[in-house]
């Protein structure tokens, strides 16, 4: 596609409940971020993707967070047993070969959690 | 930890005003960007400068480097109300794998 797409853009969920974000990034774009934005704050890393290089899982707040991604296709962010303080926009980003330049964001996915 | 951090946190200004937006950061960069939010929305590309650039310009955007103090600003010329929006530097750290690191943004507000 033209952008990147994130999906859903909203998710309620309950308490306890999983969740998997979907991140379908720019074609060829190697490098993938998510990020984490609660309302009102700024972006908070939680893993990056290179090519088939391993992930930077450094940001991922705990073990119920992870991700995957497969070579430059898309990426899913899975948070387990979802906790109230887990609601949040999260937010997917992609950028071309050259590791500098401009990231391409996505509009995000906006989970509550009851 | 955020290795931008912008200041003022909030701005509110009149249309037509100039303004002003900063960056503090604690590391060695490759580059700087910034980026904007409007609300509910992804962020958006503004403009990059280098390591080795002290002043860029973009249309209304004027984007000033001091490695020395390792400090970034931001002009909007001319507000709009349409430039109401967080705006957040990002650095993009020499030696860093992971690359662009944001600040907490500072959140505009232009008066019509």
């Known amino acids: 596609g033209a952008g990147v797409s994130q999906s859903p853009s909203n998710k309620v969920t309950e308490k306890g409940k999983d969740v998997e974000l979907r991140c379908d990034p720019i074609?060829?774009?190697?490098?993938l971020y998510w990020y984490r934005q609660r309302l009102g704050q700024g972006l908070e890393f939680l893993i990056y993707?290179?090519?088939?290089?391993?992930?930077?899982k450094s940001g991922l707040p705990s073990d119920r967070f992870s991700a995957e991604r497969t070579g430059e296709s898309v990426s899913t962010l899975t948070i387990q047993r979802t906790q109230q303080e887990d609601s949040a926009v999260y937010l997917c980003?992609?950028?071309?070969?050259?590791?500098?330049?401009?990231?391409?964001f996505g509009e995000g996915s906006r989970l509550t959690v009851l | 930890s955020q290795q931008g951090e912008e200041d003022p946190q909030a701005l509110s200004i009149q249309e037509g005003e100039n303004a002003t937006m900063n960056c503090s950061y604690k590391?060695?960069?490759?580059?700087l960007q910034w980026y904007r939010q409007n609300s509910g929305r992804g962020l958006v590309h503004l403009i990059l400068?280098?390591?080795?650039?002290r002043e860029k310009h973009s249309g209304r955007l004027r984007v000033t480097l001091d490695t020395s103090k390792k400090s970034s600003s931001l002009l909007i010329t001319a507000s709009r109300a349409a430039d109401t929006a967080s705006y957040f530097c990002?650095?993009?750290?020499?030696?860093?794998?992971?690359?662009?690191?944001f600040g907490s943004g500072t959140q505009l507000t232009v008066l019509p």
């Open positions: 990002a650095t993009d750290a020499v030696g860093s794998a992971r690359q662009l690191t």
């Open positions: 590391t060695s960069i490759n580059n």
């Open positions: 074609s060829g774009h190697t490098a």
């Open positions: 980003a992609t950028r071309g070969g050259r590791n500098t330049g401009e990231l391409f």
């Open positions: 993707f290179q090519g088939n290089s391993a992930p930077d």
């Open positions: 400068i280098r390591s080795n650039e």
